[in-house]
């Protein structure tokens, strides 16, 4: 396996926006991002991002072969056994990080950490095995954004408050609309009105906990990227997938919302920073 056909197996050109869900949830948490174990926690859901997308490949090996030949698995570049294993490993190394860290005491939750990330990873697998063909599977998706924050907020605080459960809520939400976008990527149209409706769902809850002007600058670009997506995606064709890697960066536009609307400024300029990062990353590494 060449370090191009792991690249493009990981779809990692999206990690950027994992690093921002971790960071937003501990700021929804009510406490300032510690940098120790964010930092651990955030290369642990970089490891389940990772291998969620090694796994999705195997999964749809037989899809991609008629599909998109072009893949890694049925152009031959590596067997499916091979990206199976390596997709479980990561997973597997990304929990076994999370046990450590409690076991450690560098976190206040103590084993909650470890399973909540259990449970994301449960969910990556679940998306991985089961999204073709199944209505519900865009919310296990979300569920796996949604984790994310959860594993931020357990970093660095010692259980879960509301807010953290809003927060991962409208990702859900969000979460729910791309991927019901992606779903459509070979098709020729979209042309679902609640779409857009879930996919603004973090803009309610961030004007709900703020009205300052770093909140509507976030909140102002956050929405025109959101709707450039959905004018993507409803040309149908090519222009879907430009639409699902465009609202897969706006992910972080998200963080950086929600992070203006507690006051964290430096976790907004972060999420910026992570949304550039991801354009500018998925222009050398596909990000679907």
């Known amino acids: ?56 490949d195997a999964f749809d090996a037989e899809i991609d072969a ?14 499916r056994g091979a990206v ?8 597997a190394f990304g929990l076994a990080l999370l046990v450590v860290l409690a076991a450690a005491g560098t976190t206040p939750s103590g084993f909650a950490l470890p399973l909540a990330g259990f449970g994301t990873a449960a969910a990556v697998v679940a998306y991985d095995r089961f999204h073709k063909g199944i209505a519900w599977s865009p919310v296990v998706m979300g ?7 959860v594993m931020g907020a357990l970093a660095v605080s ?21 991927t019901h976008i992606a779903r459509f990527e070979t098709s020729s149209s979209v042309g679902k009105a609640w779409v857009a409706m879930v996919l603004f769902a973090p803009l309610g809850l961030a004007l709900s906990l703020g009205r ?25 064709g090519r222009s879907i997938g430009l639409a699902v890697v465009s609202l897969i960066a ?8 929600l992070a203006a609307a507690t006051g964290s400024l430096t976790t907004a300029v972060l999420a910026l920073g992570a949304w550039g990062l991801t354009l500018v990353l998925q ?5 679907t």
């Open 158 to 178: 010692e259980g879960l408050s509301p807010r953290v459960g809003f927060g991962a809520a409208v990702l859900l939400f969000y979460v729910v609309g791309l």
């Open 283 to 287: 222009r050398w590494v596909r990000g």
């Open 1 to 56: 396996m060449t370090p191009k056909t792991l690249l493009e197996l990981g779809r990692v050109s999206n990690l950027p926006t994992v690093v921002s869900n971790v960071a937003c949830g501990a700021v929804l948490a009510g406490r300032a991002p510690s940098p120790l174990p964010i930092a651990l926690t955030a290369l642990a859901g970089a490891l389940f991002y990772v291998g969620g997308m090694v796994l999705n």
């Open 84 to 91: 199976f294993r390596l997709g479980y490993a990561l997973l």
């Open 66 to 79: 008629r599909e998109r030949p072009e893949r890694p698995i049925p152009s031959g570049r590596v067997t």
């Open 143 to 149: 569920l796996c954004r949604a984790g994310l924050y």
């Open 212 to 236: 300052h002007a770093a909140l509507w600058a976030c909140a102002t670009l956050f929405v025109a990227w959101t709707l450039r997506g959905i004018a993507l995606s409803r040309k149908g």
């Open 250 to 257: 706006g992910v972080s536009l998200v963080d950086a919302m």
